[in-house]
């Protein structure tokens, strides 16, 4: 079964400083992975997605995740932090180009603090 | 460009009532995915519908069902509600069917039963 996992809660991290959100999946076969923001009051937006190639995957307002397949994580990273970018962090991951299933983990919450 | 739209956007209802949320997905997407997220969990997928079939169901009861119309546009119905199916109810839209594809959510719907 696949599933993903999300260690912490929440993250806390000082303006400037480099901020990492921990993801961890479990999927047969090749993973196809995704990080989404959740801002309150509205809805997910989508960060960035790993299908193939590059283990380095660049996003949106900055983030940027590694994929480790031997590790089977995929870290969400920013090399500094603003204090805007305080949100509710969900790592995801399908199955296939055929699966129509999204999983998402539980979420990390990540407070910046000036 | 208008976004994801959902309503209604706050409903109560009492155990055992039914209740049908709506979604609009973005112009030209074809493909509408409903999740359901309750309090402090990441959301759960519930079905995925492209060109007005059902492509994808996730773990939940027969209580719950949905179609998507001519227009894109999409309802979910929940028959018979139970306390436990309190929670945030999110749509998404993309472009192409498939859980791979960047999917573009509303701001959902917060459903209360009582």
């Known amino acids: 079964a696949q599933s993903v996992a999300q260690p912490e809660d929440q993250v806390n991290v000082a303006e400037g400083n480099p901020l990492t959100v921990k993801c961890t999946y479990s999927?047969?076969?090749?993973?196809?992975l995704f990080w989404y923001v959740q801002y309150p009051n509205r809805g997910l937006q989508f960060l960035l997605k790993?299908?193939?190639?590059?283990?380095l995957v660049k996003g949106s307002y900055g983030f940027e995740a590694e994929f480790n397949k031997s590790q089977t994580s995929f870290h969400l990273k920013k090399p500094s932090a603003l204090v805007s970018d305080s949100a509710l962090y969900f790592c995801a991951v399908t199955q296939g180009d055929s699966s129509y299933k999204l999983i998402f983990g539980s979420g990390t919450r990540l407070l910046v603090r000036p | 460009d208008a976004g994801v739209t959902q309503s209604p956007t706050h409903l109560i209802k009492t155990r055992g009532q039914q209740v049908t949320l709506r979604c609009s997905p973005i112009?030209?997407?074809?493909?509408v995915s409903w999740y359901q997220q309750v309090l402090g969990q990441g959301p759960q997928f519930i079905f995925q519908?492209?060109?007005?079939?059902?492509?994808g169901r996730g773990n939940f009861p027969d209580r719950f069902s949905a179609r998507q119309f001519p227009n894109y546009s999409s309802e979910l119905n929940v028959n018979a509600l139970l306390l436990g199916d309190s929670a945030l109810y999110l749509c998404?839209?993309?472009?192409?069917?498939?859980?791979?594809?960047?999917?573009?959510f509303g701001p959902g719907t917060r459903l209360t039963v009582t």
């Open positions: 999927v047969s076969g090749n993973p196809y």
């Open positions: 998404a839209s993309s472009p192409q069917a498939g859980a791979i594809h960047e999917q573009y």
């Open positions: 519908y492209y060109e007005k079939e059902e492509r």
């Open positions: 790993y299908i193939t190639g590059d283990n």
């Open positions: 112009s030209g997407h074809k493909s």
